[in-house]
């Protein structure tokens, strides 16, 4: 698989970032302009009059450039350079975070998760689409012989086991020809190549892990596929050696679905062609006499299962005829110009009158979890894409069964077909017309579309599928390639969503690659995915975990990190500013080079990279309610005017150090150098109180980060005060000294905390946002729960919402199906129960919730 | 999934070499599992505070007022008075005008006792010794050492005159404010102690032992005032006061100390040299005679601001209560 030149991948987040900064750098040339320009015409007016300045009469032109140069190096400190550092020292740790998780272990294979793009975990918070693949991601890959029905007899109903089924070992024991039969081409028709270990152990080496499961199966009911010579395959049948000789394959190609070998019985001579394959592909070519339709009804409930389903035929062949047909197929093999195509042609002229043997059911066994982790991720807003290279069926089966789409009649599910053109558009009319309408109803509605439909509509109705794409929150591609998943991930991130694609094989790495987010599963079809994916996870399960909790801290505290760093910038220059102002808008810095410079690298950075220890609410009320997710997607917490907030509130904070501290050191005290360390001190403390008051959760790391970082301050004054030769020698003794110096200090922060404290405790009690909810409920047990005590309290919702799902998982050796269709109530109980938090139905994205809720 | 996290907590605990605690303290920085301590902004928490804060700033705001109404200060403006008459109209004129007297005398009264110490400021409104222009013009390896160092390129534009360099250079040093006082209650002369008025640390590192003033106020532009060449710059102390450079237009700037009480309704004559040039530019030129009280001298802005901030503390407090009464009953009618 070609994996191309992955391009770096940019967050919604940094996005953001650099067009805040943007704007702050706008904004910076424009007050460079205006003081530039003040400053010359204060220069002119004022300053050529004080003959103490000493300006000369006559000047070069650009000496009026000097005045903006300077501002220009005054404010230039508006845009925080350390906001880069910070915040790949964050982002680093929140990919060590994620490697460190142990309840992220994949417990069976003891594969850690691990995050390969270490940039991009914000983006993780903000997934508005997944698109998943369907075998090996929500599935396990292992494919379990379960059932068959051979000649209209059902094995394994009763068990759920046909290899546990006493009739079925009768049946071969009693040596029942049709059984032989049935498991002769279990056994045979195959690509597979037994070894044998040095204990004498057979096992397979299989590319398809179908044709191993029954070649397993077959083993089991006393069929052993012992050796493969060559042509000569060897059968243990009861004792008795068998021999074949293979005579010709017919491969499996996904427009055949069936694959056929011709073999000659050693012992009487006779030949065979055993055929197995997909029911569409067998059923039709069955000999006329025969009656199929008990292989229907096979077929038809093994799918409803969500079985995977095989058609086993065979058919005796006349050695003319074999002959006749084996030089076709030679000329056929060689040809040059549609090879293909001529084969399949050629093969379908021995592949008829078959005589059909049975039907086996495979199962594929969903992951554990996977439908928790898809409803809670739905709850959290999340819409899901499924992409399969599978049948319709099968993925319709797999979907309902992990909650993927709902049954009838809460979830709909519309058809997009067609061969043509003209179906395909007509079709897709028809569901965008039942889309628009059904989006006032409560109801789940999904679309299913397959790979030939998509290229069309892909290709001539694009705008009418995107409409699709952005009203349906679940679709179902199935029969899709490789490269139609990417361009179906292509299509989500024009509509400006962001997308997280997951999967486990070479087949999904575009996918994978193309998505905001690439997500591999370390699976059974190797590393490949996982290997080009940003964060590769053992199971799908883990996906809510990566999403929900480190997703959704990495965008919090990202968010507050970088508004802060704009905060302290922002805070810094506009003291400056307005110190530009009683200097004769000269230009002159009022804190020295020094201070500056600490004041950025150190004072303020090292508490605020505490802060990636921040948690807003605990991992189990985020697990527990995760529409809070919702806050993240759409930006909440870092946008144009969060933002604004921030930079009112360091414009406010400016105004407060530098009116207080030269009305406070006026006079004989205005002492350049006592008067920057005071302004300084007003900062460094504000700055410590705000990150307290931002802090939601204080670890004792956070704790000695933001008061160790106050002490080090002045510590650090104090050695710069005790060395003769720096400027700042003896300020910091000289102030601490004085009372006048506390005195200003504490009113500064009463004076710049006051308001900001109120406004908080205001918004937090009176205005609350869902996440203040959610503190309060988590921190003080309280006011949800108290709102109305027909609501059961969080805890056991989880529970609730755990059991009857909980079936598939493998202490309950269950197979995935009985829940299935069992589950429906359950599954609404559980939707009623979540209800009191299901309050962003109504700030969704969507128009349509918004209707919804009104139905409501 | 929570059984399997405890099972891998167990596993990964044992086979660290590390004692018990640390590697648990490790396991749990790596789970990010630290206990952490989460506040909640509870009403009382909150308005708490606030009555505290409130509580606590109203008496400071009250005493540090007090302090400042304590002080005695006397102010007077005498840039303008102390031009004669004929030159009103020509005030730069007759600045510039060396051969003019420039003596003057004014007279204060003490309207309140003053207890010694009393500082003599002089003040200066509309001065910018913060101009960037100003301030990077002075060169500190000079003032310690001397002749010495040659890095006087930061005293631009005063760095040299007749091919000679300044000790000291620049604009602050060259600018030096030269007003003479003298103060006389009744027919003596009060004693006015001129030492010590600057830091003792600049006196002892910034300002050299060895460093004397040469070439200084020798160009054909007179900034201030003259140095006695003889004088080490560390003895300089008018100097040395005056390079500390204020951060506002509006500064004071200690003369001296009368180390004697005046009394309230004493008269004192101040003779003083109107030498300084503040009428090219609109500046004003101020005695001030003050006592000082813990917080210094005259302010009454931190006890105003003290005390603003604390009653609106206050405000915020009781509306927060208020507020928190209503809604509690409005919630108890609601759900109830």
Known sequence: MCRGIPEPKLTAMDAMIDKLTGAIFVFQIVVVIVLGIAGNVWKDTEARKQWYVKYPEESPWFELLIIPLRFELLCSIMIPISIKVSLDLVKSLYAKFIDWDNEMIDQETGTPSHATNTAISEDLGQVEYILTDKTGTLTENKMIFRRCCINGVFYGNDSGDALKDVELHNAVSSRSPDVIHFLTVMAICNTVIPMKTKTGDIFYKAQSQDEDALVHAAARLHMVFVNKNANILEIKFNGSTIQYEVLETLEFTSDRKRMSVVVKDCQNGKILLLTKGADEAILPIACPGQQTRAFFEAVEQYSQLGLRTLCLAWRQLKEDEYEEWSLLFKEANSTLVDREWRIAE?????????????????????QDGVPETIEALRKAGINFWMLTGDKKNTAIQIALSCNFISPEPKGQLLLIDGKTEDEVRQSLERVLLTMRITTSEPKDVAFVVDGWALEIALKYYRKAFTELAILSRTAICCRVTPSQKAQLVELLKSCDYRTLAIGDGGNDVRMIQQADIGVGISGREGLQAARAADYSIGKFRFLKRLILVHGRYSYNRTAFLSQYSFYKSLLICFIQIFFSFISGVSGTSLFNSLSLMAYNVFYTSIPVLVSVLDKDLSEETVMQHPQILFYCQAGRLLNPSTF?????????????????????????????????????????????????????????????????????????????????????????????????????VFLIVAAGMGPILALKYFRYTYRPSKINILQQAERLGGPILSLGSIEPQPRPILEKEVSPLSITQPKNR??????????????????????????????????????????? | MDNGSASTVERSDPPTRKPLWRSQAINKFTQQNLPACKPVLTPTWVILTFLLIGTIFIPIGLVSLHASRSVVEIVDRYDIDCVPEQFKSNKLGYIKDSSYPKNCSRTLKVNRHMKAPIYIYYQLDNYYQNHRRYVKSRSNQQLLHGLGSNKTSLCKPEQSNNGLPIVP?????????????KFIRGKSELNVNRKN?????????????????????????????????????????????????????????????????????????????????????????????????????????????YIFVGSYCIVIAIVFMLLHVKNSRNTHVGYN
């Open chain 1, 814 to 856: 269950n197979p995935v199906y009985e829940p299935l269709l069992s589950d429906s109530p359950n599954t609404r109980r559980s939707f009623g129960s979540g209800a009191p938090f299901d309050f962003f139905q109504t700030q969704s994205r969507l128009s349509s919730s918004y209707s919804r809720n009104k139905d409501n």
């Open chain 1, 644 to 744: 604004a907030g921030w930079f009112g509130r360091s414009l406010f904070h400016a105004i407060v150090v530098f009116v207080i501290s030269i009305h406070a050191y006026a006079y004989e005290k205005s002492e350049m150098e006592e008067v920057s360390m005071v302004a300084l001190s007003g900062c460094i403390w504000l700055q410590a109180f705000v990150v307290t008051l931002e802090t939601n959760s204080f670890t004792i790391l956070q704790c000695i980060a933001i008061w160790g970082n106050l002490a080090s301050f002045y510590f650090i004054n104090w050695i710069f005060s005790a060395i003769p030769s720096s400027g700042m020698y003896t300020i910091m003794f000289r102030l601490c000294r004085q009372p006048s110096y506390w005195t200003t």
């Open chain 2, 169 to 181: 250079c620049g604009l602050v040093a060259w600018s030096l404010f030269n007003d003479t006082y």
């Open chain 1, 346 to 366: 050629v093969c379908q002229r021995l592949e008829h009158d078959l005589e059909i043997l049975g039907v086996t059911a495979i199962e594929d066994r969903l």
């Open chain 2, 197 to 305: 008025i600057a830091w003792k640390s600049d006196r002892d590192h910034k300002f050299g032992k060895h460093v004397y003033p040469f070439n200084f106020q020798n160009g054909t532009l007179i900034g201030g005032g003259k140095l006695n060449s003889s004088v080490p710059l560390s003895d300089q102390e008018d100097l040395i006061v005056w390079m500390r450079t204020a951060a506002l237009p509006s500064f004071r700037k200690l003369y001296g100390r009368i180390e004697e009480n005046l009394h309230a309704n004493d008269v004192i004559v101040v003779n003083l040299m109107n030498n300084y040039n503040t009428y090219s530019f609109g500046g004003k030129k101020k005695l001030v005679l003050s006592t000082s009280s813990w917080l210094g001298g005259k302010n009454d802005f931190p006890g105003f601001a």
